[in-house]
């Protein structure tokens, strides 16, 4: 049996990127068909993440309706996704893979929906709800009535308390999400622990990255607004609201009690200390430092203090010429 594997075709991009739309390459493929008994599209056949299935598939049939003329009937294809296009079977994997692996501990009380997927060492609490055709990672606890919504995937090892979670979010392995906040009555004998009986509402379509952690309220709740990207090692206070679509970017810390608007950008390892409001828009440079206070919306900070990043390079040019002038002065 001759067998032909073919990978990487990424069928159905964006003009100019599909090769198999060029007429001298579409025909030299077709030449090397002939005689062959078995086609192997091996990953990637048809691109799905820069383009919606509907637009792609339009795109891609005619070419493969001119793929299978040119095989010929009565020959073997075999489909093998690749990452751009494993939604073709997605569907299908979750259908026929095994709903709970075997060493899972889930509490009769739980309500699993169809399609879910767990994975080895997951522990599920009391009154946990799960939506469907959500995929749980390899020992992801979800602590007593938490409920996560459909289509979501948490990877492992990720802790779950005092939570809803929406449709569609994204958990990167080692996220911790509802722990209790950081928050403590200070007095002569020591620190006493305030209690924290708020929750954690992350809405849809969030993606939150790989050790981040998120505090649950202390009296009210922390929200994570529709939308919202949050990448590595960011930590998020409690009772902290931050709006929808939102990018905040690695080892970011933010305080307790902020409230930070939409579409608001943070740059890396930048530093928000406690009841800050920062408003829709706002850019932060990375590593800036933000005071108890408020931000305006629309506009780009800096700097430590932050303030508007135009005063704030202002003054960097400033203090290098001062340092300049001080070095000239002690060397005469």
């Given amino acids: 049996m001759r067998t032909l594997v073919i990978s990487d075709l990424h069928l159905g991009t964006?003009?100019?990127?599909?090769?198999?739309q060029l007429p001298a390459a579409r025909d030299r493929l077709f030449a090397a068909l002939a005689g062959v008994d078995r086609l192997v599209l091996l990953g990637d056949a048809l691109e799905l993440l820069t383009r919606t299935p509907r637009r792609a598939a339009a795109r891609a049939e005619p070419v493969i309706r001119a793929l299978g003329r040119a095989l010929g009937p009565d020959r073997?294809?075999?489909?093998?996704?690749?990452?751009?296009?494993?939604?073709?079977?997605?569907?299908?994997?979750?259908?026929?893979?095994p709903r709970l692996a075997p060493s899972t501990a889930v509490d009769p009380s739980a309500k699993i929906g169809d399609g879910v997927r767990l994975s080895p060492g997951v522990v599920i609490g009391p009154n946990v709800e799960i939506g469907e055709r959500t995929i749980l990672g390899p020992n992801v606890v979800i602590g007593r009535g938490v409920a996560i919504g459909r289509d979501c995937e948490?990877?492992?090892?990720?802790?779950?308390?005092?939570?809803?979670?929406?449709?569609?979010?994204?958990?990167?392995?080692?996220?911790?999400?509802?722990?209790?906040?950081?928050?403590?009555?200070?007095?002569?004998?020591?620190?006493?622990?305030?209690p924290q009986i708020g929750r954690v509402l992350v809405q849809d379509r969030v993606e939150i990255g790989a050790c981040a952690t998120i505090d649950r309220g202390a009296i009210g709740d922390t929200v994570i607004g529709e939308g919202?990207?949050?990448?590595?090692?960011?930590?998020?206070?409690?009772?902290?609201?931050?709006?929808?679509h939102c990018v905040i970017v690695s080892q970011v810390g933010i305080s307790g009690s902020c409230s930070i608007g939409d579409f608001v950008v943070i740059g890396g390892q930048a530093g928000i200390a406690d009841h800050v409001t920062i408003g829709?828009?706002?850019?932060?440079?990375?590593?800036?430092?933000?005071?108890?206070?408020?931000?305006?919306?629309?506009?780009?900070?800096?700097?430590?203090?932050?303030r508007p990043v135009k005063e704030w390079l202002r003054d960097m040019v400033v203090l290098t010429k001062l340092s300049k002038a001080k070095k000239r002065d002690n060397n005469g």
């Fill in 228 to 244: 919202t990207k949050i990448d590595n090692l960011v930590q998020i206070g409690h009772n902290t609201h931050i709006g929808r």
């Fill in 14 to 20: 964006r003009a100019g990127h599909d090769v198999l």
């Fill in 76 to 97: 073997e294809v075999i489909v093998v996704p690749g990452n751009h296009d494993a939604g073709l079977v997605r569907r299908w994997a979750l259908a026929q893979g």
């Fill in 154 to 194: 948490v990877g492992s090892n990720v802790s779950i308390t005092h939570a809803y979670i929406g449709d569609g979010v994204v958990i990167l392995p080692g996220a911790q999400i509802g722990q209790p906040g950081f928050g403590f009555a200070s007095g002569a004998s020591g620190h006493v622990k305030i």
């Fill in 280 to 306: 829709d828009g706002a850019r932060l440079a990375a590593r800036t430092g933000v005071f108890p206070g408020e931000l305006k919306g629309g506009q780009d900070y800096g700097g430590v203090p932050a």
